[in-house]
């Protein structure tokens, strides 16, 4: 039936809702032929192999072989991709502190392709009396592998390598070590430093007093000690402030 100019047409209820969930035509489609992306996978997955094969202390950990963050930048090259460390803030995690990172993996053209996050905090074996510096770093160093595996860790499975960052390994196995390793303070000891943080005369000083009770119980890996200092701490400061 024909209408007059200007007069709308009416579309029933449910054709507007099957046009309004229709999906772009290109949405899914394929803009090179897989087994061309998989052809150069195989030759990157080759390179990668003779990089690693070559490394005289490659990491391996109950037999298999993790890419450190160098490793993943020498992958990243292959493709026009590298990694940049965009923010790094302090943070504190109950009774741990360390730093968090954002990371964004970048192409050649810079258009940001994959994101990822780190973290390195002092409860860690490995990171317990590392000064924060430190501990930034490594922050960073962690979300950046983790941006290039968001992105390339299909290619390094081809090479036949664990895609886990060897950073983050090692941040595993060092938690668990550290949660294995157990020697408490002496009560005498605890007690002491926490009548030294609890009668601190000043900001400053209460600061020193609970960095070095923290400290020595960090060392002895002495969870109920360490609460014990936070608490002491946070009481005194109330009372300074």
Known sequence: MATAPNQQVEIPPQDVHHIALRPPEAQLSMPRAPEIVLEEAAKAAQALRDVIERKPNKCVIEGKTYLTFEDWQ??????????????????ERGRAQGYECHAEAIRADG??????????????????????????????????AKALRSIL????????????????????????????????????????????IANAASMPELKAHYLSAGNEAKKANDRAALEAFIQAKDARKKELQ
């Not at 973290?119 to 860690?124: G, H, N, P, T």
């Not at 000064?131 to 160093?141: I, N």
């Not at 499975?157 to 020697?183: C, D, F, Q, W």
Request: overall charge positive; charged content about 25%.
């Open 74 to 91: 020498t992958l990243g090259r292959f493709y026009g991709v590298t990694a940049a460390a965009r923010s790094t803030n302090y943070v």
């Open 111 to 144: 258009q940001v392709i994959g994101a990822a996050q780190g973290e390195c905090l002092d409860d860690e074996k490995k990171w317990r009396d590392k000064p924060l510096f430190q501990l930034r770093s490594m922050a960073q160093t962690r979300a950046q």
């Open 153 to 196: 860790a299909w290619v390094v499975v081809m090479a036949g390598y664990a895609p886990t960052p060897a950073e983050e390994i090692t941040e595993k196995h060092n938690s668990i070590a550290s949660r294995l390793e157990y020697t408490p303070m002496h009560p005498d000891r605890v007690r002491k430093l926490c009548f030294d």
